[in-house]
């Protein structure tokens, strides 16, 4: 049985403390419509998920953001956290990958504390997006315009506010990816 994304590559780029159903279920959902994920972090090894607060699976990385090219990828999603985006945020390679997709036009998928990564790339100046609440105001002062929204696309980008808002944010997802 074929997927709507048959032959799509989608990049998968958290750290530790990446939220764990932030992480499976849009996986989940780009897998079961035939897309290959890629796993990308800050190091090589494994990357501990969490659930809220507490200690979640570790997942097995499969390259690390300094070796990974925008170019080899059709799509990016970013899984929120309140550690994982902070660390994203501070490492060079990893702004200067997901600035990469934003340079090529490619779709990127992020969702709730996931745009701080966002902010740092200064890729959201003039874009309408939705995250967790706590990051309108830098969201604002990077330039963007912030709506409480389950699931919000705007051009290439789909955001969510929480893992309430999943379902949604992976129809979005793959319907966005499925277009391209």
């Known amino acids: 049985m074929s997927g709507k994304l048959d032959g799509k590559r989608v990049a998968f780029l958290f750290t530790d403390g990446v939220e764990q159903v932030e992480l499976t279920e849009p996986l989940k959902a780009v897998t079961d419509e035939g897309a290959e994920a890629t796993l990308v972090s800050l190091e090589a090894g494994t990357v501990s998920a969490f659930n809220h607060l507490d200690r979640g699976d570790e997942f097995k990385i499969d390259v690390t953001v300094a070796d990974a090219n925008p170019d080899h990828y059709d799509a990016l999603v970013l899984p929120g956290g309140v550690a994982n985006p902070d660390a994203l945020r501070a490492d060079e390679d990893a702004v200067e990958f997901v600035r990469g997709f934003f340079d090529l036009d490619k779709p990127v998928a992020v969702i709730c504390h996931g745009p701080w990564t966002l902010v740092e790339a200064d890729v959201v100046r003039g874009r309408t997006l939705t995250s967790w609440?706590?990051?309108?105001?830098?969201?604002?002062?990077?330039?963007?315009?912030?709506?409480?929204?389950?699931?919000?696309?705007?051009?290439?980008?789909?955001?969510?506010?929480?893992?309430?808002?999943?379902?949604?944010?992976?129809?979005?997802?793959?319907?966005?990816?499925?277009?391209?």
């Open 133 to 180: 609440p706590s990051l309108q105001t830098d969201l604002r002062n990077a330039g963007a315009e912030w709506v409480d929204e389950e699931v919000h696309v705007d051009g290439p980008l789909v955001s969510s506010r929480k893992p309430d808002d999943l379902p949604s944010f992976n129809r979005a997802v793959v319907e966005l990816l499925s277009q391209r």
